[in-house]
Nanobody, 111 residues
Framework: QVQLVESGGGLVQPGGSLRLSCAASGRTFSDFNMGWYRQAPGKGREFVAISGYLGTTLYSASSNGRFTISRDNATNTLYLQMNNLNHGDTANYYC?????WGQGTQVTVSS
């Protein structure tokens, strides 16, 4: 059974940084794309970034240039380094692989 567990969220001031992690288990994730999504209060879930199994990456317009997605296939861990955070980044951040989702980790940007 596939399991995704996110961590690393928290409260950060505008302009600050956070690094999210997603620990995956249940199969060999090096063969699959994995991504980050987020959902802000009162809004739908939106795409943030994806790490392709062939090494490609893709970012949303809002995350491009500030966020970096990476993965460690040896430990089945997906990361999201987030820099220069702003209030608009406040959301619950989810890891996704195929049709599987983690439970999310909350990121709050506030002064």
């Amino acid at each position: 059974q596939v399991q995704l567990v996110e961590s690393g969220g928290g409260l950060v001031q505008p302009g600050g940084s956070l690094r999210l992690s997603c620990a995956a288990s249940g199969r060999t994730f090096s063969d699959f794309n994995m991504g980050w999504y987020r959902q802000a209060p009162g809004k739908g879930r939106e795409f943030v970034a994806i790490s392709g199994y062939l090494g490609t990456t893709l970012y949303s317009a809002s995350s491009n240039g500030r966020f970096t997605i990476s993965r460690d296939n040896a430990t089945n861990t997906l990361y999201l380094q987030m820099n220069n955070l702003n209030h608009g980044d406040t959301a619950n951040y989810y890891c996704k692989e195929q049709q599987n989702w983690g439970q999310g980790t909350q990121v709050t940007v506030s002064s």
